[in-house]
Nanobody, 115 residues
Framework: QVQPVESGGGLVQPGGSLRLSCTAS????????ITWYRQAPGKQRDMVAQ???????TYADSVKGRFAISRDNAQNTVYLQMNSLKPEDTAVYYC?????????WGQGTQVTVSS
């Protein structure tokens, strides 16, 4: 069972911060490439940030300098630190783990940025 579970979403004011977490069971967590996606109503699901098993990170242009992805393999957890949040960041955020040729998706967590 490698079902990712996201947490940490909620309502935040513009300019505020949130930290999302994604946890998954299994001894192969450290081998996973992990990607955060987000999807707003009526929009495509877009990549936000990615971290490889070796720690290499990639960010969408829209979040560079504001978001940071990290992982704690001892806790089977990946984080997305979200700073300087904007209303356009409002979306459901999903965690995806790629292990070998398999992909595992979380159920998503809602992030709403509004005053």
């Amino acid at each position: 069972q490698v079902q990712p579970v996201e947490s940490g979403g909620g309502l935040v004011q513009p300019g505020g911060s949130l930290r999302l977490s994604c946890t998954a069971s299994g001894s192969t967590f450290s081998a996973a490439r992990i990607t955060w996606y987000r999807q707003a109503p009526g929009k495509q699901r877009d990549m936000v940030a990615q971290i490889t098993s070796g720690g290499t990170t990639t960010y969408a242009d829209s979040v560079k300098g504001r978001f940071a992805i990290s992982r704690d393999n001892a806790q089977n957890t990946v984080y997305l630190q979200m700073n300087s949040l904007k209303p356009e960041d409002t979306a459901v955020y999903y965690c995806n783990l790629q292990i070998f040729i398999r992909n595992y998706w979380g159920q998503g967590t809602q992030v709403t940025v509004s005053s």
